[in-house]
DNA sequence: CTGTTAGCGCGTTCAA
DNA sequence: TTGAACGCGCTAACAG
């Protein structure tokens, strides 16, 4: 019998000599089996108790093949959306007992490739997947063995759930809002060129609609590319619209971050918002609602998804061989401040 | 022998078989052992990626005792500076080769307790902790007996390193900032009434430094007190301000979150920054940035004490026996517009 | 309701 | 330089 303050030292078998009792039964107890009689519920943990004991769970994990960890890999937390979401995730996975493994890409294609086979998804029972640079092209990267939930974008072709939103309808609710607000001039910034089917790409494409919708004429110049969509970013957007001397009266930030980025460039120029020029960002960020003045945007759902991922994935894990899944979150149109709503 | 494309099927007993050696030489292989033949490396090699074989990561940390996972544990994610040092620690964790397993515990008491304790810590190597409810008298809630880092404010008595900053020159230089501004009537938002050595405590002990070192009279009205530092408190200190009458000139934000909800509740009430109300916050995150007006604040170093929290923590595990040190870790301030500096 | 036993896949002796 | 055998701590069969 080892009663050593050492860790890990104490085992089952520790614990079942001293309550007189087989390792089954210790493990019946710790497993919250029903059918024990509570006699010996109670000696097995006094004995666990007196020990310390706390089970291995790698060991358990060996034996079960499950490590009750669930991989999530996103582009980086600094990012204030997926730092939100990486909380939601933390918060359902815990609330179903089991714990998150936190990747980051750094929106990097190769690092976005690397974590679907990298070693590490042998300690995880499954992942949520964020990708940034993934597109429909890579659909044979995403046909792995364990469970996955691919999250925004849908990529068509493999066995996998898909967590998305409607990236064409809210960009086209939120491009209306601003025209509801009576601007014509509407700018949009953090275009990815060559895009077809990532968020960039969609979220343009409800900008256009809206645009179409209202007899508004699209001028290629309020098409603002931005690589990756940081703060930065779309300052750098702002002093190129303004620079490029084109007119405009609002801006669509395709994210909040951008958004941001540009209510700071903005008042550097002394370009007043609402007033010289209305803006709504996408994602609703905390940020939003403190800044000045206060960012319009869409909410996403954030808690949702979050949600809904783990529990596509924990139902994967458990062995689920329902068809693979698509849940659209809903969204909503956040007016504030900034588009003078 | 197994050739299934199942998950995890792959064992080493199986590139043995196909390789036609041992495991002991496949094993050699994947371990990167010195002394193999380089016909005998590459034959095992070749055998791996026909079998697409992996590793079994659980059974490895059985038999090792140890897993390559190290666990944070912080209050949320949520608020930008937890989330842009977690960034910081994955960096800094996957350049040493290890994983990290974020747990939240919500700036709730009890929760950090139960994180020390958990089942979890079972599946980390090591922790390291940052904690904002335990204090002093939890030393004893801190003597684990497995590698432990704390980050934040020093807890004196046990057996583990600290990387910590100088909370109290820190706010003292924040201080200094806005009196050097011209500012007399410096109030500062987020105190913790009764707290002794939190990080509340020592910054407001630094304010007081820095007011009687210029005879500035210490008013007890200009500090508010604010619960969680979070950017809705920020606004409610504000809020309680400008109702109580008192005279301000300026704010010290005890971190950025604060500030920022400042920043909207003066906006709010047409209260310029910094004309009227200079501002400073603590923390400096990206935000601080890119707000109107941009906020001036301290930067604490986030990427050294990361990077330094990792390292002491990979120490420890690796079995380092060196006395438990306390990296402090250097501060800066950082001028913006909120100061009129 | 509880005990016995046989692996899960790996690293690590000890030999050869 | 490589091979054979054991056991890390646990759970799942199967008895009883």
Redesign the pocket.
Known sequence: MSISGAR??V???D??ARA?????????V??D?????P???EKVQRAIDDLG????????S????RTGIIGLALPELSLPYFAELADSVIRAAEARGVVVLIEQTGADRQHELDVLTSDRRQLTDGLIFSPLELGPDDADALKVDYPLVVLGERIFGGDWDHVTMNNVDAARAATQHLIDQGRRRIAVIGAHAGETMGSAALRVLGYQAALAANGIPLDPDLIVEGGLWHRATGAECVAHLVDSGVEFDAIFGLNDALALGALHALHARDITVPKDVAMIGFDDIEDASYTSPTLSSISPGREEIAQEAVDLLLARIAGGEDPYRRVIADFTVMPRESSGA
């Not at 089996?33 to 009689?37: D, E, F, G, K, N």
């Not at 060996?62 to 093949?65: A, F, P, S, V």
């Open positions: 890990g030292t085992t089952m078998h614990v079942a007189g009792v087989s390792v089954k039964t210790v493990s019946n710790v497993n089996y029903p059918h024990i009689r006699a010996t519920r004991y706390k089970m291995n769970l790698s060991a358990r060996l034996r079960q093949g």
